[in-house]
C-alpha cells in the first residue's frame, strides 16, 4: 500500500531458499521496479497479488530479469481477494528453465505487457490460469504487444475456455490501440 515507491538497480539473490523475489500487494499507484534481477527463487521471481494501481498511474515492471529455477514462474499476478488492475510489465527478460514467465491466477483489469523477452522457458510464456471449480467467471482486460518468445514450447496459452462476451477484452497485436 505504497504510492510512489521505486526500487531500482538491485539484484536479489534467493540462494535456493527463498519463494519470492519481490512482492506486491495494496493499493500502490505510481510504484517502479526498475532495472532490478532476481534469481533462485522456488515460486516466482515477482508475485503481485491484489495490487491495484491508478489509471494513468500503474505499478510498473521496467527492466526487470529474473533467471528462473525450475520451479518457478517469473511474474505470478493473483486477484483472487480483489482485482489486480493497472499494472505494467514492459522491457524484462524472462529466461531459464522455469515454469513459466507470466501467470495471471484470477481477475486482472487494465494491464498491460509489451516489449518483453521470454527466452528458453520449460513452460508457457504467458498463462492464464483456469479458474478453480465453483469460481465464476471474473473480467479480465488487457494488452499484450511486442513481445518476443523464444526456444520455448508456447508464448500464450489459455487453460480454460475463452471467456463469455462481455466478460473480457483483449488486445493483442503490436500497436496501442487508437483513442
Not at 25 to 38: A, K, M, R
Not at 132 to 143: D, E, F, L, N, Y
Request: proline share 7%.
Amino acid at each position: 500500500g505504497l504510492e510512489g515507491f521505486r526500487v531500482k538497480n538491485l539484484e536479489f539473490d534467493g540462494k535456493g531458499a527463498a519463494d519470492v523475489g519481490i512482492r506486491l500487494n495494496g493499493i500502490s499507484p505510481v510504484t517502479t521496479v526498475e532495472g532490478v534481477t532476481v534469481r533462485n527463487v522456488t515460486r516466482a521471481g515477482v508475485h503481485l497479488s491484489n495490487l491495484t494501481g491508478l489509471e494513468g498511474r500503474p505499478v510498473a515492471l521496467d527492466r526487470v530479469r529474473v533467471l528462473l529455477a525450475p520451479t518457478a514462474e517469473a511474474v505470478l499476478i493473483e486477484g483472487k481477494a480483489a482485482d489486480t488492475r493497472f499494472v505494467t510489465i514492459k522491457n524484462c527478460r524472462f529466461e531459464g528453465a522455469g515454469r513459466g514467465g507470466v501467470r495471471v491466477d484470477g481477475a486482472a483489469l487494465d494491464f498491460e505487457i509489451h516489449n518483453n523477452r521470454f527466452y528458453n522457458l520449460a513452460g508457457p510464456g504467458i498463462v492464464f490460469a483456469k479458474l478453480p471449480p465453483g469460481q465464476a467467471a471474473r473480467p479480465t482486460k488487457g494488452a499484450i504487444t511486442n513481445n518476443s518468445f523464444y526456444q520455448m514450447p508456447t508464448g500464450l496459452q489459455f487453460d480454460g475456455p475463452p471467456p463469455e462476451l462481455g466478460v473480457a477484452w483483449w488486445r493483442l497485436g503490436d500497436a496501442p490501440a487508437a483513442g
